[in-house]
């Protein structure tokens, strides 16, 4: 059911604005630098950067670009191909739906960033700007020109409020960044998408490949990474490049039609993740995968809890650990006190059942309260879960858990004759252990999201946006709030219990350390509330992505050493005060931090 409405009358925030550019250059030649700034960084990607192969990537050969090069040759041909759009080339208007100087500012800044970062790379790692062939110093010179022209483009200069004469300094000086700041974003600020036309369903079904073939390519790549340098150039390259698309409209366009194609795309995503044991030549890159797959899967079942419910579970990695310890009882461990072995199917019910009945037992008593008081609440639940495991050693209390040495050797799955732990080899390609285990805990998230999806589309799922909205209101209306507040909260703790099953195989060993409320490697609470704010609360894609990326750049910064929680903390924190409605926002969440955004013209009970 959909309900129909019309977007609020606002006022034209250009009216009695200027034209304006960041640089003093005129447009028609600054169009014309960024585009021949791009190609030439193209240019100079075949050049050597460097005379020695003792910089990673080795980027002393001639006519063949290798390491960061690869990015700067990206870069540069983001750039040239918006530059074109932006003349309105015949065969390229499709990249700029929403216009193309934008994207072409985006692109330009993020090969200026990769190249220059690149350079003093060089610079330091080998001892100065000597170490630097001719190729370095034309891509230099040619990623900042190509910056320049781009910032040469006109836009729409609002118009901002002096600041009051009787303030003091420090207070004209913040009003004045104020200002600047509301500059610089309507320089980058894009317009509105123009409607595409009107394409066959296998058109925008091939595009939705595409799409999902791009994602993988660049997630293989990303995970892929050999070296420091060349990680910070992809996070650089994938972050300015998206972004370009998006101020593109590209993404939009995307999304409509994934939107209209909801089955057929999320098939193909599992397709396309499935694929990924197939991208590798041994089992390195499986490993970080399914632990993503297991951090994300159980991320997803809090978003139930946060995302819907709106309910703040600061323990709820405890249910984890309550699938994850019953599965290592009931599977033939030695260190299990109980001398069973019960196949996979019955060990993972019973795992998703045991955190289930936790979730009704300390939800029951506790979801009567809201708020901070709730989040205290779940967050000593999480505590004492781990202190109990902890204790039961049969010292401190009985003997069932180990204590802190857990249960260990757990043993691989082996379901109708196919063994986890052995290498096996399907059309050629031979997957490993890590492999297979991501094989399977991709089953276990598509069955999780299949559960999300039907909950959240279903009278229950909209009674917990009610819920979330606002809850006194909702209880006017009927709604018993307890009851659901409890399936939820049962609902989620289940999903992390079936997750868990999973972990305590693939991990071996399943000890009190790994269900902490903070810890340096995820997954923990902290970790999971991250990933569900970071990702987008209340969308599938969000948490998923958001999992992804918090466990895959803490493990690509540890050349950090000590400041590696440091710079990831900063991230966020930016992140956070930039874009707090997430990578991949629900539309009513993107407007409630954004209310300056038109509101979409059919809303239904998802957002939009």
């Not at 030439?40 to 063949?64: E, K, N, R």
């Not at 399914?290 to 819907?308: D, P």
């Not at 999992?547 to 590696?564: C, E, H, N, S, V």
């Amino acid at each position: 059911m959909t309900t129909q409405t019309t977007a609020p009358q606002t006022p034209d925030k250009t009216t009695g604005a200027t034209t304006h550019s960041l640089v003093a250059i005129p447009p028609h030649i600054g169009r014309a630098l960024a585009t021949a700034g791009g190609a030439l960084s193209i240019a100079s990607t075949f050049l050597a950067w460097t005379w020695t192969a003792a910089f990673p990537g080795d980027l002393t050969v001639y006519g063949y670009p290798g390491g960061l090069q690869v990015l700067v040759l990206i870069g540069g041909a983001l750039t040239t191909l918006f530059g074109l759009a932006s003349y309105g080339v015949k065969g390229l208007r499709w990249l700029t739906p929403a216009g193309a100087d934008s994207a072409l500012k985006l692109a330009a800044l993020g090969t200026f960033a990769t190249a220059w970062y690149t350079i003093l790379a060089i610079s330091s790692k080998l001892g100065g700007l000597v170490n630097l062939e001719p190729g370095g110093w034309v891509a230099a010179a040619a990623t900042l020109v190509a910056l320049l022209g781009a910032l040469a483009l006109p836009f729409q200069r609002p118009e901002t409020e002096p600041a009051d004469p009787e303030d003091s300094a420090w207070e004209q000086y913040r009003h004045n960044q104020r200002n600047n700041w509301t500059v610089i974003k309507a320089a980058f600020a894009t317009g509105p998408v123009t409607p595409a036309r009107k394409l066959p369903s296998y058109a925008e079904i091939l595009i939705i490949v595409a799409a999902l073939a791009l994602g993988l390519i660049v997630f293989t790549y990303g995970i892929g990474t050999e070296y420091d340098e060349l990680f910070i150039g992809f996070l650089i390259t994938a972050g300015f490049g998206f972004g370009a698309a998006a101020k593109a409209g590209l993404v939009a366009r995307v999304s409509a039609a994934t939107s209209k194609h909801r089955n057929v795309t999320m098939i193909g995503a599992f397709v396309a993740a499935a694929a990924f044991p197939f991208t590798q030549s041994d089992d390195q890159y499986a490993t970080i995968g399914v632990y993503i797959l297991i951090f994300a899967t159980v991320a997803l079942g809090l978003n139930i809890v946060v995302g819907l419910a709106g309910l703040l579970d600061l323990g709820y990695v405890a249910f984890l650990g309550v699938g994850a310890y019953t599965a290592a009882m009931v599977s033939g461990s030695p260190s299990s006190p109980f001398d069973i072995h019960l196949p996979f199917w019955a060990s993972a019910l019973l795992g998703a059942a045991v955190a289930m009945v936790f979730g009704v037992i300390i939800g029951a008593p506790t979801l009567r309260l809201r708020g901070d008081y709730l989040a205290i609440v779940t967050l000593g639940f999480g505590e004492i879960f781990r202190i109990t495991v902890l204790n039961m050693d049969g010292t401190s209390g009985p003997d069932i858990t180990n204590g802190s040495n857990g249960i260990s050797s757990v043993p691989n799955l082996n379901i109708l004759g196919f063994d986890f732990g052995q290498e096996h080899t399907f059309l050629g390609f031979t997957i490993a252990r890590f492999a297979n285990y991501f094989l399977l805990m991709l089953l276990i998230t598509l069955v999780v999201v299949v559960v999300f999806r039907r909950s959240g589309d279903s009278r229950i799922g909209r009674a917990w946006v009610a819920i979330r909205e606002d809850e006194t209101a909702a209880l006017a209306m009927g709604i018993n709030g307890f009851r659901v507040k409890l399936i939820a909260f049962a609902l989620g703790a289940a999903l992390a219990g079936l997750a868990g099953t999973v972990q305590a195989h693939v991990t071996y060993t399943v000890t009190p350390e790994q269900y902490q409320f903070a810890h340096v490697v995820p997954p923990n609470s902290a970790f999971l509330l991250a990933a569900v704010v970071l990702g987008g609360m209340g969308t599938i894609s969000g948490p998923l992505v958001g999992a992804a990326l918090l466990y895959l750049i803490p493990a690509k910064l540890q050349f950090l050493g000590d400041y590696q929680l440091f710079a990831f903390g900063l991230t966020l924190v930016l992140l956070m005060r930039f874009r707090p409605e997430g990578l991949i926002p629900n539309r009513r969440r993107q407007l409630e931090f954004h209310e300056e955004a038109e509101a979409p013209a059919v809303l239904s009970k998802a957002g939009a």
